[in-house]
Each structure stands twice: as C-alpha cells, then as structure tokens.
C-alpha cells in the first residue's frame, strides 16, 4: 500500500492550551455575576428619632445584667434582691412581670467582658417575650 504524500499523519498527545486563559476569564466572569453575596445580619433595634431624657420611675424598670461567664442577674426596681438565672429564663421572668406592670422597661446591661452571644441570648429572649422598651447599657 502507498501513502499518498509518503509521511504518515501523526496524531498529537498534547492538550491545546491557546484558548485556556479565555475559559478561565468567562469562568471567572460566569461566577462573579451569578454569585449572590447575602445581606449583612445583626440586630434589629429601632432607635428613637432624637435624644431625648425621660425620667423613668424605678418601679417600672427590670434590670437584667448580663455577666461575663454568660449568668444573668434579674434585679426588680428599687428591690435589693437579686435573682440569677439562665438567659432563657429571662422571657418567663419578662411574661410574668408584664402582667403585673404593663409600662415595665427592660434595662439589659453589659459587663465589657461578656462575649456578644450572651447579650444576644437575653435580647432574643426579649423579643421572643414581645418586649417593646429595652433600654441598653454597659456596666460600668
């Protein structure tokens, strides 16, 4: 048998690699377009429209004081007593004194120490207990 042209075609074992860096780019294009970045979360707090000081009775305000080992402590107006609890123990304790006094604020103070998490638990207890007035502080 004679081969026309007398060479023999030889097949390549190498892959093409010109149109790589265009693959990669429409690649790196596809996914910045069709990724979706999610919103920032965090608390959502509504905050007065102006600073204004308002004398608030003691009898109408629930300090809860969130510790650094995550303990809370429950202190009732003027009263001297102390409670600590759980932070989830925080909305049956709200439930319970709402009840008695519907102008209850809640005055949740922080400690500088205490992680974030802790002061979450107490807020998201809150909320859960559909308390409207909390007023946030640090511990000085």
């Known amino acids: 048998m004679a081969v026309l042209g007398g060479k023999k075609s030889k097949v ?20 910045l377009v069709t990724t979706t970045f999610p919103k920032d979360k965090g ?7 102006e600073s204004v000081e308002v004398e608030v009775s003691q009898k109408n305000i629930l300090h ?15 009263s001297q007593q102390e409670q600590t609890v759980r932070p989830n ?14 102008n209850l604020i809640a005055a ?10 802790f002061m979450i638990d107490v807020l998201d207890a809150l909320h859960t207990a559909g308390a ?3 007023s946030l502080q640090l511990l000085e």
């Open 64 to 78: 809860i004081v969130v510790n650094p080992n995550g303990a809370v402590t429950i202190k009732r107006g003027e």
């Open 12 to 31: 390549s074992d190498e892959i093409p690699s010109s149109s790589m860096a265009d693959i990669a780019f429409l690649l790196l294009i596809f996914f």
């Open 43 to 49: 608390l959502s707090i509504v905050l007065p429209e």
């Open 108 to 117: 949740v103070k922080t400690h500088p120490d205490t992680q974030y998490r």
């Open 132 to 134: 409207e007035r909390i």
């Open 89 to 102: 123990d925080v909305e049956a304790i709200w439930r319970q004194d709402v009840v008695q006094n519907p």
